[in-house]
């Protein structure tokens, strides 16, 4: 029985055949603002000790920015952009290791404010 190319192992994959984010069309991705934003966060916690690894994931209805204290457990937080809600709920929202939506709204600045706990002088 012969392969066709794409019919073999994954882990055989050629350059050739490999197909980047920007060519795989109706997938949903952080744009370059939204994803400094969020990685400006992600190193301030890291730096404090409160995470520790990270995930993205870019799916056909929304993106995912998924946060771990340790790589092995479930989330703490998922940061999602969902376009199919920006003119309802808004697009961003996010949600805690049980499944709650902590925040929803249209700026990710603002959404971002639940879990970007900065320190104020009294």
């Not at 400006?40 to 994931?57: F, H, K, P, S």
């Not at 996010?94 to 600045?109: K, W, Y």
């Amino acid at each position: 029985m012969s392969l066709m190319p794409g019919d073999g192992e994954p882990s055989e994959s050629r350059g050739a055949e490999r197909v980047s984010p920007a060519a795989a069309p109706g997938r949903v991705t952080f744009n370059r603002f939204e994803l400094n934003r969020i990685l400006n966060l992600y190193g301030r916690q890291v730096a404090a000790g409160e995470w520790r690894d990270y995930a993205i994931d870019f799916l056909k209805d929304r993106a995912v920015f998924s946060i771990f204290r340790r790589s092995s457990e479930m989330p703490l937080y998922r940061i999602e952009k969902n376009p199919r809600l920006a003119r309802k709920q808004g697009a961003y929202s996010v949600i805690s290791a049980t499944g709650h939506i902590l925040r929803r709204g249209h700026e990710l600045d603002r959404v971002l404010l639940v879990i970007d706990r900065k320190l104020s002088l009294v």
